[in-house]
T-cell receptor
Framework: AQTVTQSQPEMSVQEAETVTLSCTYD???????LFWYKQPPSRQMILVIR??????QNATENRFSVNFQKAAKSFSLKISDSQLGDAAMYFC???????????????FGEGTQLTVNP | DTEVTQTPKHLVMGMTNKKSLKCEQH?????MYWYKQKAKKPPELMFV???????INESVPSRFSPECPNSSLLNLHLHALQPEDSALYLC??????????????FGSGTRLTVV
């Protein structure tokens, strides 16, 4: 079974600064997807960024980028120029690329609560 | 339309009540999901529907009964719940359950309180 570990329950950053959230995972599969989701107090889970395991290039979405190290099974999220609206719970998630029911499951880490200080 | 709509947003029910949660999407997604989330915890998978058929039931108690009347609609029927069932119930959808299936689109959830 796959597991996802987020070792930082809480992080804080000053507005306009850069912060990196850590995520490691364990899997025996070679093909999979990794995601970062953001959950603000409004409760909705918002997809921030995704990475396909077969792609070596790190994904980037505006101020959000990842450092994907497949061999190390590491998938960290970097938020640049942090804004007050970035404050939220961030979940790292894994999904198998295999067809069938195993591909339906998102495995989440425990989450990192990010505070942005003005 | 790129949203998953969940109703109601808040629900308070007694342990003997019967209620239903509703989830709707019009993105043509063929997989739909129910997740349960406790405060400051990650979501836990409850059910998966793929092409309107139940494909995963994570050993959820029978007091939770899912239903998928069509490809756009997902219901969760609740009966004889316990106070420990109080949580945020999230619905999500995705293109499918196979390889062509990236992330999910989540709704904003129903906050359920059982009294």
């Amino acid at each position: 079974a796959q597991t996802v570990t987020q070792s930082q329950p809480e992080m804080s950053v000053q507005e306009a600064e850069t912060v990196t959230l850590s995520c490691t995972y364990d899997t025996s599969e070679s093909d999979y997807y990794l995601f970062w989701y953001k959950q603000p107090p409004s409760r909705q889970m918002i997809l921030v960024i995704r990475q396909e395991a077969y792609k070596q290039q790190n994904a980037t979405e505006n101020r959000f980028s990842v450092n994907f190290q497949k061999a190390a099974k590491s998938f960290s999220l970097k938020i640049s120029d942090s804004q007050l609206g970035d404050a939220a719970m961030y979940f790292c998630a894994y999904r198998s690329a295999n067809s069938g029911t195993s591909g339906s499951r998102l495995t989440f880490g425990e989450g990192t609560q990010l505070t942005v200080n003005p | 339309d790129t949203e998953v709509t969940q109703t109601p947003k808040h629900l308070v029910m007694g342990m003997t009540n019967k209620k239903s949660l509703k989830c709707e999407q019009h993105m043509g997604h063929r997989a739909m999901y129910w997740y349960k989330q406790k405060a400051k915890k990650p979501p836990e998978l409850m059910f998966v529907y793929s092409y309107e058929k139940l494909s995963i039931n994570e050993s959820v108690p029978s007091r939770f009964s899912p239903e998928c009347p069509n490809s756009s609609l997902l219901n969760l029927h609740l009966h004889a719940l316990q106070p420990e069932d109080s949580a945020l119930y999230l619905c999500a959808s995705s293109h499918g359950t196979g390889t062509y299936n990236y992330g999910y689109t989540f709704g904003s959830g129903t906050r359920l309180t059982v009294v």
